[in-house]
């Protein structure tokens, strides 16, 4: 077995995650007359880690935050957004979405209250955002009132909260149906309530998983070394 000694470099930057190599040269000492060989061998190993590293970073955050069906759907949109080729031996996953909507995660009770119903809602939602941490009961402060769960018209069901004194021109629900007015007759802004803890769940895992990444796409380089001298030669 001829061994391989690269650096193999995993980096976050912004909401790209970049695997690549460097020490490309010693890839082709180690497969002597067939160093022809080498982008396809570390094309394949960069783009099996691309994989790994989408996987690790799920897995992570699923172990870090409680998410729920919308959430862990979130998750799954870290996407391989360039793959590794032979002339750019280079791998990019792309967080699509930096900030957290607190309805992807743990809220009790997970039920929309409105319209008539809005008697049926309790006093406060609470919610969790840490799998480590307690329910905290969404009280509001300031100029926010208590949160609440609404469907928007995308089918999402997010947790928002009223701007207190503000003043809204979208005065009709999806519906059509008149939106609940303060005590002046105005329909009041709406904000979405997002979990700061959790601004971009992927990038907030990315440190616990990076070296176990580049252990990785060192172990698979030698692999592809390996299968290319046992094949060919």
Partial sequence: MATVNVSPRASLEGRNITIEIDGLDTV???LGDLQGRSPQA???AVNQTAREARKLMIAAAKARYVVNAAGARH????KQ?????NTDLTATLFISKMRND???FDVDPMEIHTGINVHFSPEYYRA???ANSSMK???GEGAFSKGFLLKFKSGHIGMVQRVIGSRSKNTETARGRPRWTNERGDVEKLQTMGAPSATAMHSQVWPDVRDDVELYLMARI?????WILARYR
């Fill in 102 to 104: 607190l309805g992807y």
């Fill in 128 to 130: 969790r955002v840490l």
């Fill in 28 to 30: 082709a000492r180690a």
């Fill in 222 to 226: 030698q692999d592809r070394v390996d």
């Fill in 75 to 78: 998750l799954n949109d870290l």
């Fill in 42 to 44: 570390l094309k394949v």
């Fill in 81 to 85: 957004k360039k793959k590794a080729s």
């Fill in 137 to 139: 009961d969404l009280t």
